[in-house]
């Protein structure tokens, strides 16, 4: 595996070695010793998610305020616009934002670590992703950032408004969301 640090240091682009010929290709996704050792990471994944979506649907920005979840996440039909935010006021990144495109095409992966609010847009006519996550999903810690916060700026590359859940609709503003110490 590659290893490609962000912007945000803590952030990284995971490329797998793909081996392929005529008939396909095979790539190990994930190997716990692999990641430690290269990308530095010991964790241990307790749950693994898989979400389909079609073109136009933004998810997020999405965190816990207890039990913050680590992630790694990876596209395996269609292309994402991936994007990480640190919420940790203690971080010297804190309120930066990283960007990444993934698709089934490119393979990559993104470590986002416990501490940062996830989202992403999708790219292509639909885009199933998966991702496995460092802590169980605790929906009364859930918060949301609003996607459109104009002092996070986050560039999503949109070409029409995008569809959002109810959850999603609803957002924080960052100046008033509720951050991680």
Same mark, same amino acid.
């Given at each position: 595996?590659? *290893?490609?640090?962000?912007? *945000? ?11 392929g010929?005529? /008939? ?11 990641? !430690?050792?290269?990308? +530095? ?14 073109k136009g649907? $933004? ?7 207890e ?9 395996v ?6 994007? #990480? ?9 804190? +309120? ?5 495109? $993934? @698709?089934?095409?490119?393979?990559r ?5 416990? +501490?940062?609010?996830? +989202?992403? !847009?999708?790219? @292509?006519? !639909?885009?199933?992703? $998966?991702?496995?996550?460092t802590?169980?999903?605790n929906?009364?810690?859930? /918060?949301? *950032? /609003? ?5 996070? #700026? ?8 995008? *569809?959002? @859940? ?6 924080q ?9």
């Amino acid at each position: 595996m590659n *290893i490609i640090p962000t912007a *945000i240091t803590e952030v990284l682009i995971i490329e797998p070695k793909v081996f392929g010929d005529s /008939r396909g290709f095979f790539f190990e996704a994930f190997n716990a010793r692999e990641f !430690a050792q290269q990308a +530095g990471v010991t964790t241990a994944f307790v749950q693994d998610n898989h979400s389909r979506s079609i073109k136009g649907v $933004l998810r997020g920005l999405h965190y816990q305020v207890e039990n913050t979840q680590g992630k790694l996440v990876r596209v395996v039909q269609g292309e994402i616009r991936d994007v #990480a935010v640190d919420v940790r006021k203690s971080s010297p990144t804190f +309120g930066q934002w990283v960007a990444v495109d $993934l @698709s089934a095409d490119n393979h990559r992966q993104l470590w986002i670590p416990p +501490g940062f609010a996830h +989202g992403f !847009a999708v790219m @292509s006519d !639909a885009a199933e992703f $998966l991702y496995k996550t460092t802590d169980y999903y605790n929906p009364v810690a859930d /918060r949301c *950032i /609003r996607w459109d916060d104009p002092d996070l #700026a986050i560039e999503w590359r949109l070409t029409q408004p995008p *569809i959002l @859940s109810d959850k999603d609709k609803v957002g924080q503003p960052w100046a008033k969301a509720e951050l991680l110490p």
